[in-house]
């Protein structure tokens, strides 16, 4: 299905919905540019800024799973700076590649955790699970299902799977994983805000709801690293 909507004379090809309109509308006002969403687009770089963080300090990790980390953070970045500067629903489906990416990571971290997964095969299901969820989410929007629950059910799982492995553990803390759902329960209220309408500045360079989001769940995944790093000789199979 492509969208109605036509270009203005002198867009670029992919700007303004040319490649059929995404699932949702942010407050920010889409520009005649390469650059659709400025402000949803560039707040991406936290992303990748945290992403080149972690590649410093996963350097001595003896786990794959824990050096993972920094090239997903990066991923999730790219892949929403690049939809958030088209606006088209293809480029949507790359932003939820990167989700997927990073969550799928986080899942299978879970899982290598609960025993379900070894340190040799969690990457095989790590791909098929990205590979189907991307498939799965297509076919969902076009039964128009809001695809954004996937995501949060994803991060529910994660949330529920950790508190219930804690239960039986006495050397390691919540903590870290607390801040991370705390930011990201502030990125996520900032978000709906957004898309709502409650507060919108819709030509504000810098000061949109959605952007804000992309800036504190970046924060989070510093949180998460943390947070998995107290299992790093499990993941890495010398414990």
Known sequence: MRADAHLEPGCPWWSLSELRVPNVDWCETQQCSWVVEPANTYSNLAYILVGLVLY??????????????????????VASGIYHASYTFVLQILDFVGMYVFLGLLLTLTARRAGWLSA??????FVQGVVGLTGFTVALDFLEVPIQA????????VVVG??????SA????????GVAVALLTAAGAFSFLDVTRTWCLPDH??????????VLSATSLLACF?????????????A
């Open 56 to 77: 410093v300090l996963v350097r001595r990790c003896s786990s794959d799973h824990l050096r993972a980390f920094a090239p997903a953070a990066i991923t999730v970045g």
């Open 120 to 125: 040799e095969n969690w990457r095989r299901y």
């Open 150 to 157: 996937i995501v949060f059910l994803m991060m529910l799982v």
């Open 162 to 167: 950790e508190v219930r492995l804690q239960r």
């Open 170 to 177: 006495t050397d390691t803390s919540l903590a870290s994983l």
């Open 205 to 214: 360079p810098f000061l949109q709801g959605h952007a804000i989001w992309h």
């Open 226 to 238: 943390h947070y998995y790093r107290q299992f790093e000789d499990q993941l890495a199979g010398t």
